[in-house]
C-alpha cells in the first residue's frame, strides 16, 4: 500500500506530525498513516506512550516526541526536532483535545480556560511553530473538530464554543495560507467509542463535584441522563477509528482537498440540521434534554438524547 496513486489522489510519503497520538483516534490515525507510507512523527505526552506507539509500528517509519501543545517553549522543541529528523512536514493533524462537559453553570472559568486552551490556543500554537516547514513542502493543515462545531448542544457548550472556534480557526487559517500553498481541511467525526469517553464521565463528575451543591443538583439528573444517553450511541455507533485515520488520508492525499471531511452519519446529520433548521426548530429538537430542568430543578432525568453526532474528538 505504501506510496501507491490513486486517481484524484497524491502519492503517500513525506512526514506528517500527528498530536493527540496517545491513544484513539490520534492513534489510528498515527498508525495508519504510517502504514500508507508516510514518515509519521506522534505527538504524546508521556514517554511511555510514545513508546507502545513505537511497538506498534509496522515499518519502522514512526518516531514520537513529548509536547504539551498548552506550552509554547514544548511545542517549539517539537518543531526544532522535526526539523532536524525532516526538514520539512508534508502535514499537519491537529488532533489532540479534551472535553469538559457539563452545564456552563457550573463549569469554573478556569475548567472553561483549559477547554480553549488545549483544543484551540494551542493548536495555534502548533500551526505557527510549524509553517516554516510546511510552506518548504507546500504541505496541509488537517484540524480535527466534530458535528459540535456546527451545533451546540445543551452540557456540552464549553466543548462546542472550543469546536466553533476551531472551525472558525481553520476558515481563516484556509484562506490566509492558501496562496503560500499550504492548504487547510477539517475533520469531523461524530460518535466513535474511543477512550475519551471514560475522560469524559470522570470530567463531567468533576464538574458537579466543584460547582456550588445547591447549582450541580438543579442539573444533576438531567446531566447524567444526557451522560449515559451519549455514551450508548458511541456504543451503538458504526464509525470506527479506521473512518477517521481514512478520512485524514484523503484530507492529506486529495488532489483537490476539501474544506470539510464529515465522518459518519450523525456528524452529516448534525453538519445539515445547522444548515438547513432555523434556530428555533434546534432549540426545540435539543430541548429534550434539559425538559426535567425546572426553577430549583425536579430531580428527574431528562427525556431520551436525541441523536447529535456530539461526540467529543481527539485525544490529549
Known sequence: MSGRTVRGRLPAGGAVLVTGASSG??????????????????????????????????????????VDITDDASVRAAAEFAERAYGALRGLVNNAGICVPGPLECVDSEQFRRQLDVNVVGHLGVVRAHLPLLRRSRGRIVNVTSGLGKAAVPYLGAYSTAQFAKEALSDALRRELGPSGVRVSVVAPGAILTPIWSKVSAAGEQVLRDAPAGVAERYRASFLAFMEGNGQQALASRTSPEDFARAVARALTDTRPRARYWVGADAR???????????????????????SVGAAGSGAAGAAVPATGASPAGGE
Open 25 to 66: 483516534l490520534g492513534r489510528e490515525c498515527a498508525l495508519d498513516l504510517e502504514n500508507r507510507g508516510f514518515q509519521v512523527l506522534a505527538g504524546v505526552r508521556r514517554d511511555e506512550d510514545g513508546e507502545k506507539l513505537l511497538a506498534e509500528s509496522l515499518h519502522g517509519r514512526l518516531h514520537y516526541t513529548v
Open 269 to 291: 446529520r448534525m453538519g445539515r440540521l445547522a444548515r438547513l433548521l432555523p434556530d428555533a426548530l434546534l432549540d426545540r429538537r435539543f430541548g429534550g434534554i434539559t425538559a
